[in-house]
C-alpha cells in the first residue's frame, strides 16, 4: 500500500524529520519560511496530511476548496488558535496538537520572564550593551522582589499549573488561580492554590499575573484597558499564552504612564510584527515566542506529532485529537 503524503511546513528537528521520512512519503519544506496561502490551499490539495505550526493561519481562504484530499492537520504545538475548527470539521479534517510535552519547558520561560520583569533584567541588558553603566549604586535598577509574593495564574491548565508548582514550591509564592471550569482541590492542594470565580477579583490581589489561557476569538483582548486598571501599580503582567489575549495598545498605556510595574511578553498580537508603541517601553521584557523552545520539548513535540499520525493512519482515535 502506498504510503501516506505528508507536507511538514517548516523546518524540525532532524530525528523527527528522518523518522516521519522513513514512516511516510514526506515533503519537507527546506526553505522554512511560512507557506503563502496558495501555497497551503495547494497543500489541501495534494497531501493526506499536513503538519502546521503557529505561523500558518488556516481559515477560511484556505479552505475554499471543495474537496481537499488532507484529512489530518497535526498541528506542531499545543495552541490552535490558528485553525478555525469549524471550517475545518466541515471538510472532515482531524485536527491534533501536542500536549505535555512543553509544559515544563513553557513555564520555566513564564518564570524566566516574571524574574526578569521583577528585576528589571532587560534593562540592566541594554544599558551594558550600550557601555552607559557607570558602575554599582545603591539606587541602580532596582526591582521588586519575587519570593513570598502572590502570583495570579489565569488558565490553570498543564502549563498554568507547572507554573504554579516552580513559583509556590520554588518559591514560596502564594498561588491564586483563575480557570473558567472548576479545578479539582487536589489540583489546587499541590500548591496551596486558592480559585477565585472571576478575572476581575483575581487583579486587584496579585504582585504577578501570568497568563496561561488558550488564545483565539473568544480570549480576544481579555486583558483590556478595564482590567489592566484593576491591577495594582507595582503589579507585572507576564504572557506566554498568546498575543491576542492582551489588548496591546491598552499595555502601552498602562506601562507608559506607569499605572501597572512592568510587563514581559513572549507573545504578540500579529506576530512577528510587533506594535510599535511596544518597543519604547522601558518597563516590559520582550522575547520571541520562545516558550518550547529547547532541544527537548521541539523534539517531545515532533515525536508526539508523529505519535498522532501513527494512531490516524492505523485506524485508532488520534490520541490528541482536538475537534
Ligand atoms: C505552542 O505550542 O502553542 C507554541 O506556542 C507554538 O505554537
Redesign the pocket.
Known sequence: MAKPKVLVTRRWPVAVEAQLSELFDTELNTSDKPLTPEDFKSALQNYDAVLP???DKIGASALELARPQTRILA??????S?IDLDRVGQHGMVVT??PDV?SEC?ADLAMTLMLMAARRAGEGERELRAGDWTGWRPTHLVGSKVSGKTLGIIGYGRIGQEMAKRAHHGFGMKIIAYNRSKIAPDILAQCDATQVDSIDELLPLCDFISLHCPGGAENRHLIDARRLNLMRSDAFLIN???GEVIDEMALSQALWFETIGGAALD?FDGEPNINPVLQNCDNLVMLP?L??ATREAREA?GFRVLDNLRDFFDGREPRDRVN
Open positions: 505550526t503557529v505561523t498541528n506542531y504545538g499545543v495552541g490552535y490558528h496538537n501536542t512543553l513553557t506566554t499564552a498568546r507573545v515566542h516558550g518550547s513535540m
